[in-house]
């Protein structure tokens, strides 16, 4: 072959390969220009690290519920919804008879009576006020333990970040 011959082949392989380029580009249903492409090595990476961080968090979050809930729990009624009052003193139901009766009975029964009655609601203050102090410690308790709960969550966040800034 000649070299004019040469160079004619090796000019029409050139165009044959930027023909099939362009043909192949206009084909192609996926266009690259707009759109940056992420390697699947980092996707599967980048979802790995997010799966992670979700399933910690998850857990990290049902954990606080769950103490929140157990401390919520009461042993009887809400403490917040009893009367008191009526718990302490429960005399405030005297019918017409009972009244009656005591007027006639000596003022030294009525301060037999007075003093039982004012005992039995010291007692039940005593008692209130215990079952108070066993509930303020219980909450303490279940705060610092949602306080510490949530500080790991923000130290989970951060190593979540800093995972993320790697790509």
Do not use: H
Not at 26 to 34: A, C, Q
Not at 97 to 112: C, G, H, K, L, S
Not at 139 to 158: F, G, H, I, M
């Amino acid at each position: 072959m000649t070299t004019n011959t040469t160079k004619l082949a090796e000019a029409i392989g050139l165009l044959s390969t930027v023909l099939s380029s362009e043909i192949a580009q206009t084909n192609n249903p996926f266009e690259t220009d707009d759109v940056d492409a992420v390697a699947l090595d980092d996707y599967n990476d980048l979802k790995d690290i997010a799966d992670t961080f979700n399933d910690e968090a998850t857990s990290a979050l049902d954990g606080i519920r769950g103490e929140i809930d157990s401390c919520l729990e009461w042993e009887g009624d809400d403490p917040l919804t009893q009367d008191f009052r009526e718990k302490m003193w429960d005399d405030d139901e005297e019918t017409e008879d009972e009244t009656a009766e005591e007027e006639e009975t000596p003022a030294e029964e009525e301060n037999a009576d007075e003093s039982k009655v004012i005992e039995e609601a010291i007692e039940a203050a005593t008692s209130k006020i215990t079952d108070l102090e066993l509930t303020n410690t219980k909450l303490k308790a279940t705060l610092e333990s949602v306080a510490e709960s949530v500080n790991d969550l923000l130290v989970l966040n951060e190593s979540f970040e800093e995972d993320l800034a790697q790509y």
